[in-house]
């Protein structure tokens, strides 16, 4: 199959920071992008929920959040064993327990081109699988003796953080309004969305050039995580969406969720929970390994598992 155009301009970035290219993409433009893909995922989301049964939803938002507080708890002793400390493990941890909102817009946009339909209020999964895994985490390094957090500052900068907010925002706008209340906006949100997203993958791929330095600096252990563990995670996750009765691209999604790593809400959850972990260590795994992986290879892998499954 043809790759996804969008995967394409993750490449050129990748390629092009690789090459020593000056490019880049202006801070105020990134930042417009992630608000828009954050608010345009939500509105489409929350439109599909209001079609919806809310106690048809409720098995599966239970379902999510188990799966984000049981992750933490399955990674740590690994990361252990790979011999990262007590802290760095709980960090590493809750980055690979919450999700890529980003890799989410990547796999459906995929799904999509290979003509493969999911659930269309998906967007749900990623609002509810976002928090989870950092309580955990969070729990998991205070038995490090990581020392006290101060749980209002981290709840105000996880809860109400810019992605959890635009995320969650636009699903209740989009679910309070409905397709009509909503289409007035399909011209700014809907049409061009494929677009903005790969300008957004550009920049990924110029700033996961940059991470590659750093994977080299904490060595083959670190490569090997970032790779291995999405692969791992993915298949729990599949197995939940078949229990869930799930699409084979819901499955293929799930999967992808599982397997994915935060890059926006866990670092910042971290750095105020637990600041004495290396925040380099985790956004250099998570952006500088998994997020490439997950794109240029996990989630054809994920869908052919879900295929099987499904």
Not at 149 to 162: C, E, F, H, I, S
Request: glycine share 10%.
């Amino acid at each position: 199959m043809v790759p996804d155009v969008v995967v394409l301009f993750f490449a050129l970035g990748l390629v092009a920071r690789l090459a020593g290219s000056e490019l880049k993409v202006p801070q105020a433009l990134y930042e417009t992008l992630s608000i828009y893909l954050l608010l345009a995922i939500g509105l489409k989301g929350g439109v599909e929920i209001s079609r919806q049964d809310a106690a048809a939803l409720a098995p599966q938002i239970a379902a999510c959040v188990a799966l984000g507080l049981a992750i933490p708890f399955v990674l740590v002793p690994v990361l252990r064993r790979l011999g990262f400390s007590g802290v760095d493990s709980a960090s590493l941890a809750a980055h690979y327990g919450s999700v890529s909102v980003v890799t989410f817009a990547v796999a459906t946009s995929w799904l999509k081109q290979a003509g493969i339909p999911y659930e269309s209020h998906a967007a749900l999964w990623v609002a509810v699988m976002e928090a989870p895994a950092l309580l955990t985490a969070i729990f998991l390094a205070r038995r490090q003796g990581s020392g006290p957090t101060n749980w209002k500052r981290l709840a105000q900068d996880v809860l109400a953080g810019p992605s959890v907010m635009l995320l969650t925002g636009g699903l209740l706008i989009g679910a309070f309004m409905g397709a009509a209340g909503t289409a007035p906006l399909n011209p700014v949100f809907v049409d061009p969305f494929k677009g903005v997203l790969a300008l957004f993958m550009l920049e990924l791929g110029l700033v996961a050039g940059e991470r590659i330095g750093q994977v080299r600096q904490f060595g083959l252990r670190l490569l090997a995580f970032g790779v291995l563990a999405p692969l791992a995670l993915a298949v729990p996750g599949a197995l939940v969406g078949v229990w869930l009765g799930l699409s084979t691209g819901g499955i293929a999604i799930l999967a992808t969720l599982a397997a994915s790593a935060s890059y926006i809400a866990a670092p910042t959850a971290m750095r105020i929970a637990v600041p004495q972990a290396n925040a380099a260590l985790s956004v250099a795994a998570s952006l500088g390994v998994t997020f490439p992986f997950n794109v240029l290879v996990g989630i054809p892998l994920y869908a052919a598992l879900a295929r099987q499954l499904g």
